[in-house]
Every structure is written in C-alpha cells, then in structure tokens.
C-alpha cells in the first residue's frame, strides 16, 4: 500500500484531483521542453510513478461525493511497469503527452474509456480487455518493446479477443514494431469503429482476423511499411466490419489480405497505393472469398503486384483502366454491375464498343484459361441489354480455350471461327453461303456436265445446281440428275456438299443460342 508521505509532490498533486476528476498538468508551455521525445530527461518534478496510477485507479483514494473520479494526467514521465491486468477499473483514464518509462499492462481488464494521447509508450497489451467506453491513442507513438520486466515484447499493441463498446482510435498515432506486428487485435469487437487516419503510420504487420467492426475500419492517408522483403502489411482474412476505407492516398507496402472478409457496405481504394512486397514477388491484394456490397477500386496507379478477386462477390465494381496489374486472378469473381471511372466522372462502361475490348483484355490477365469470368461478364452484359457485347466475349472465351486445345483441335476451332464465329456470329455463314454459291455458280456454269440419264430431268442451271449442292436437306433435282467428268469440278461439287452441311449446323447452332440468349 502506498502512504501518501512517500509521494512526490507532483504524485500528491494526481493523488488530490483524482477524486475530483481534476487534470494534472505537468507541462511547462516551452514547446522545447514539453517535447515528448524527450521525456526521458524530465526530472523528479515531472516524474510519477506507474505505482500510483494503478492505485488510484483500483480506489486507493475514494471519489468526494458529487464529483465523477477521473485520472486526467498530461506532461508526465511516468516511471515503472504500469501493470492493469486482470483489474477492474471504474474510472476513465486520460494521459496526454506522457513518455513512458516501460509498456503498459491491461489485459483481461475491465475499465471505463482510456485515454492515452500525444505519448511514447513501448507496447500496450490490452489482450481479453473490456472496455466500456473508447479506446483513444491519437498522436501516440508505440513501439514494440517490453511488456513487463520479465520478457521482451514483439508486438506494439495487442487488442487480441478485445472488446471495446465505443471506437478505438489511431489517427495520427505512428506504431513500429519492425521484428513482427505492429499491431494483433485477432478477434476483436470494436462497435465504434477503427480509425487509422490522419497521418497514422505503421511499420509491421496489422492483423484484424476475425474482428468484428460494425463501425468500419477507416485508414484514409494512412501509410502501411512492412519491414524486410516479403510479407503482409495488412490482414483482415475472415474479419467482418461494415465498410473499409483505404482511399484519400493510403499506402501499403505490403501485401494487403481481405480472405473471407465479409463488408455490408463499401470497401475504396480510392486514390490509394498498393505496393505490394519490396521485391516484387508477392501480390499487392489478396481478397479471396471477399463480400462487398460496393467495391470501388480506383487506385492512384496499378498495383505493382498481382492481385487475387477468387470467389469474392461483389454488387457493385468501380474501376479504371489502369487500376490493374499485369495479373489479376478472377476466376469465380462475382458481381452485379461494372462503372469506370473516367476523368473523375464514373459513368456505365456498357454501351462504348471500345469498352468490350477492354474488358476482354481485363479478362486474359487471369492466368490460365477459366470459363467463369468471360460467363460472369457475358451475363452483366446482357442484362444490361447489349446482347452483341455478350456474344463477343463469349466468342473470345472460345478463342481463349481454343489455345489450350491439342493441335488438331486448335485447327477444327479456327475453322469454326473463321466460317461462323462459333456460332455467335452467325451472319458469318450466310456470308460464306453467298460466296460459295456464286464460286459454284460461275465454275459450273462455264461447263457442260453429263445428265445421269439422258432424256429425263430438268435442264442445267448452275446457280441451282450449286443450291442444291449447299443445302443438306431436301432437293431440288439437279445434283441427282448431272455429274462431271472433270475430276477438279466433280471435287468442288463434293467440297461444297461438306461446306453446306458444317455452315448449315453452324447457322442453326447460332440461331438456338441467339434465341436462348446462352
């Protein structure tokens, strides 16, 4: 137990307002000297020990009746081990500008809002804590360090399994813990929110998994550095939260990994970087099995690695040209409706002729040949009423397949686009009817061939002649009733017998899709 002789006077002077919820202030008005950096300096006049805190704060000094007991400290070294764990603490705690001697301690604690602003601290374990109220660490700079007196810390600030009722916020807050993660809330519930804005700076890993975000998680400006060549800057694999804010120039160098994240409202990269590891190798985005109702992914420039949208399901997709790298994995990529951006304006894509191609071409930067996203964009095409872009993508998933096919298949494919598009241009056919009924046509009628039977049957004409050739079903007399002697015209006769039957199925083939619109 602390007596209140062994306290120092500015001690006496946190011991006194506490129950009054009077704020202590330490600092002298010298901006030269009230820098925080340089708090290991401050002397015995500015010095409180961690002790005495965490006495006041579990009712070492009991609250004057009518007045709310609150611990407001600012300008402060605070000396010793500030050791919470496990308490129960009734009253709000608020540091400002205080540099801490060793980490702080709160795990599996209860407590009102905590307050730590504008201070140097070397971690805060706050693992299991409950907090009702905020947890507010605006300006502070944290740095992986020790924990407590009997081990060395890796992470800067631990809100593993942590809850929290109102928002926990980072803004402008710089966390460095270059040897692991700069910050490991898995599994928390923050009701208010996360904000990461205004100038917060991490270098190490973030790690979200599975937290629980109704308020969002919001890192608009916020710079990401992933110390060393390879690795995640930030991980929210199987987290839930309401909406994601990377945009307003947020960079990350470093891979950022969405597995399983399920969004209710929005996820932006509005203006953002993505980076992607130092050497190059890793992706810039992983959002595999990713929910969100409105994905707008208008980078400031392409990500310089791959990026990975498998199986995620998206409502609505904002993006521009040159939001993509060079790899895009979109295999089972699902979503309702497409907007570019253009000059700043997002307009709907469908409609530009320019725009299929372009989509086509965002298509092959998949590796490997899938049928899925050619379906998937066919499909927003035509219930966005452009029935014509959707059987161009479709005819370029034939000709995408077609490269995967062994060599004798690659030939029968090309014949079939060349003659009928694989059916999806099916004017092709009659175009090729036309010129293949007027070669025959002029071949056979510079000619006399033999009647079959003399006497009987109607007179030549090549032009029905050369019909009846082409047209596979019924006949009109003529090709039954003459035949040739030259080898080369009796050649083109069976020739275009072969033509008419593969134009013929291809014409039907065509027509069956156009009708069922597949």
């Known amino acids: 137990m602390l007596s209140y002789d062994e306290l120092t006077s500015p001690e006496r002077e946190l011991w006194d307002a506490f129950p009054e919820g009077r704020r202590v202030d330490l600092r002298t008005g010298v901006p030269e000297d009230d820098r925080v950096a340089e708090g290991e300096q401050w002397g015995p006049g500015r010095t409180v020990r961690a002790a005495v805190i965490a ?12 007045a709310v007991a609150c611990l407001r400290l600012a300008g402060a070294r605070i000396s010793g081990h500030l050791n919470l764990a496990g308490a129960q603490i009734a009253h709000a705690l608020w540091l400002e500008d205080c540099w801490f001697e060793e980490g702080v301690d709160l795990s599996g604690a209860s407590t009102q809002s905590i307050a730590i602003v ?39 600030l631990s809100l593993i399994n942590a809850h929290v009722s109102g928002a926990v916020n980072l803004n402008g807050a710089e966390i ?14 923050a009701e208010g929110g996360v904000y990461c804005q205004d100038g917060f700076v991490a270098h190490g890993e973030l790690r979200f998994m599975g937290a629980q975000l109704p308020g969002g998680l919001h890192m608009r400006g916020a710079l990401l550095e992933r110390p060393g060549q390879r690795g995640v800057a930030l991980a929210l694999d199987n987290a839930v939260a309401s909406t994601l804010d990377f945009s307003d120039g947020f960079a990350a160098n470093g891979t950022v990994r969405l597995r399983g994240t399920r969004i209710s409202d929005d996820l932006t990269f509005e203006g953002a970087v993505l980076n992607g590891p130092p050497d190059g190798r890793g992706p810039s985005l992983v959002a595999l099995r990713m929910q969100a109702v409105d ?59 320019d725009s299929v191609a372009n989509r086509v071409a965002w298509l092959r930067r998949s590796p490997g040949y899938s049928p899925q996203p050619y379906e998937q964009l066919a499909s927003w095409y035509r219930k966005a009423g452009h029935d014509d872009d959707a059987r161009r993508v479709l005819l370029a998933k034939q000709r995408h397949r077609r490269q995967t096919l062994p060599p004798a298949a690659r030939v029968w494919g090309r014949l079939l686009d060349v003659t009928v598009g694989y059916g999806y241009r099916p004017w092709l056919a009659g175009v090729w009817l036309l010129a293949l009924t007027l070669l025959g046509a002029l071949s056979f009628g510079a000619h006399s061939p033999n009647p079959v039977q003399r006497g009987e049957g109607a007179p030549f004409q090549p032009l029905v002649y050369t019909l ?12 039954t009733a003459w035949s040739w002697s030259n080898d080369s015209l009796q050649g083109l006769a069976y020739l275009l017998i072969a033509l008419g039957w593969v134009l013929t199925t291809a014409v039907i083939a065509g027509v069956t899709r156009t009708l069922q619109k597949n």
Not at 472 to 479: A, F, K, M, V, W
Request: proline share 6%; net charge neutral; glycine share 14%.
């Open 118 to 156: 504008g201070g140097r601290v070397p971690g805060v374990e706050a693992g299991m804590i409950r907090i009702e109220g905020r947890l507010d660490l605006r300006r502070s700079r944290l740095e992986s360090g020790s924990a407590s007196p009997f081990h060395r810390r890796v992470t800067a």
């Open 176 to 189: 460095t813990a270059p040897e692991e993660w700069a910050v490991s809330a898995g599994g928390l519930v």
């Open 295 to 353: 994905f707008d992914f208008t980078l400031a420039r392409p990500p310089s690695g791959t990026v990975d949208l498998r199986g995620a399901q998206v409502s609505y997709l904002h993006d521009r040209e040159h939001s993509w790298p060079d790899v895009v994995e979109l295999d089972g990529f699902v979503y309702g409706s497409i907007k570019v951006d253009e000059a700043g304006e997002r307009r709907e894509a469908v409609g530009r002729r």
């Open 55 to 66: 006495a006041l704060l579990q009712g070492a000094n009991t609250a004057q009746p009518g």
């Open 468 to 479: 009846d050739l082409l047209i596979p079903i019924g006949g009109l007399g003529q090709r």
